[in-house]
């Protein structure tokens, strides 16, 4: 596609239930990030993949959340046992991974915990 | 300007006014950055760069200023319109051999009519 993918867009889900949100990142993109956004608050760095290089997972806030990234392209994002605090939008951003190489974003995927 | 914390600064201007967001980077090795844009609902898009090697840069009703002694980067915004409030954050680089953008944690602009 022309952008950064994200979907769903939105998801509600129950407190204690696992969630999967995915990222399909620009076509030749190399390097994929996934980030946190709380209602007004910044952004809160969770995971990094750059081609086939151990990912960066020192953002992730717990065992809960985990990552991967299948043949360098599409992400998915898993939370277990979500709990209210993990409701946040959670943004996906790609670039091509070179240096001085722009970040383009994803819309976010909105998710709330019940 | 930015915070360490997670609640966003806000700077808050009247419609006609100039603004500057100010982003204090924090790595010495940092060579390239980036403000970016959110607006409500959206996500963050580019607005200007700025590689180690300049001082200035400037685009459309936009400038930004690096000054790497202090590890200090401002976006300036010319003639401040409604449209431009929205969250602004700053983004470094490090060049490593690959991309590793570090983001900062926003700053807040209002723009009032």
């Known amino acids: 596609g022309a952008g950064v993918s994200q979907s769903p867009s939105n998801k509600v889900t129950e407190k204690g239930k696992d969630v999967e949100l995915r990222c399909d990142p620009i076509?030749?993109?190399?390097?994929l990030y996934w980030y946190r956004q709380s209602l007004g608050q910044g952004l809160e760095f969770l995971i990094y993949f750059q081609g086939n290089s151990a990912p960066d997972k020192s953002g992730l806030p717990s065992d809960r959340f985990s990552a991967e990234r299948t043949g360098g392209s599409v992400s998915t994002l898993t939370i277990q046992r979500t709990q209210q605090e993990d409701s946040a939008v959670y943004l996906c951003?790609?670039?091509?991974?070179?240096?001085?190489?722009?970040?383009?974003f994803g819309q976010g995927t909105r998710l709330t915990v019940v | 300007g930015e915070s360490v914390g997670l609640h966003l600064p806000t700077l808050s201007v009247q419609e006609g006014d100039n603004s500057i967001i100010n982003c204090a980077y924090s790595n010495s090795a940092s060579d390239y950055f980036i403000w970016y844009k959110q607006e409500s609902g959206k996500g963050p898009q580019f607005i200007i760069d700025i590689r180690s090697n300049m001082d200035k840069r400037q685009g459309q009703r936009v400038t930004v200023l690096l000054n790497k002694t202090v590890k200090h980067l401002s976006l300036q915004i010319a003639a401040t319109q409604p449209g431009d409030s929205a969250v602004y954050f700053c983004a470094e680089e490090v060049n490593s051999g690959y991309s590793t953008l570090t983001f900062g944690k926003g700053t807040m602009l209002l723009v009032s009519p």
């Open positions: 951003a790609s670039s091509l991974g070179v240096v001085e190489g722009e970040a383009f």
């Open positions: 076509s030749g993109h190399t390097a």
